[in-house]
């Protein structure tokens, strides 16, 4: 049963507690957080229940293949863990490279500048009504026209 465990004991402490329950003994394998923010699914539970017979014939076996897949999901865990953080990079520095090609050259922009003062630029803002102000005059003008044409 140990030498089962010593893959994964090599990355975590294990909590190991053996109980009886009517006729029948209950083992948990419960492994133990490395670290803050570690993903749940690594410290998944097992837990065993049958006759001492039982686990002392299957245990080792149903123990190996736990740690296999317990390994297997630390990895795939540690390597989607890197493919996003390598993404991130590029990411990152993708938005420099981006920043810096559209920045001027400070240089060029102080040669672009006009020495001369430069006066502030007239508000001129667009009213909602300047059109109708300037078609008035017209239509009411094409109107007078019309009248003086029937009378």
Do not use: C, W
């Amino acid at each position: 049963m140990f030498a089962e465990l010593m893959p994964l004991l090599k990355e975590r402490t294990l909590l190991i507690t053996v109980a009886r329950v009517d006729e029948k003994v209950r083992v948990n394998v419960i492994p133990a957080k490395v670290k803050e923010g570690e993903d749940q699914a690594l410290t998944t539970a097992l837990s065993f229940t049958g006759s001492a017979e039982e686990l002392d014939s299957e245990l080792g076996v149903h123990l190996a293949s736990y740690v296999d897949s317990h390994l297997a999901l630390g990895s795939t865990l540690a390597e989607a863990k890197a493919e996003m953080d390598a993404a991130a990079k590029a990411a990152r520095q993708k938005v420099k490279t981006t920043q810096r090609a559209s920045k001027p050259d400070p240089a060029i922009a102080k040669k672009d500048e006009s020495p001369g003062p430069t006066a502030p630029a007239a508000d001129t803002t667009a009213s909602l009504f300047a059109a109708q102000q300037n078609a008035e005059p017209t239509t009411q003008a094409a109107g007078e026209e019309e009248g003086e044409a029937t009378s």
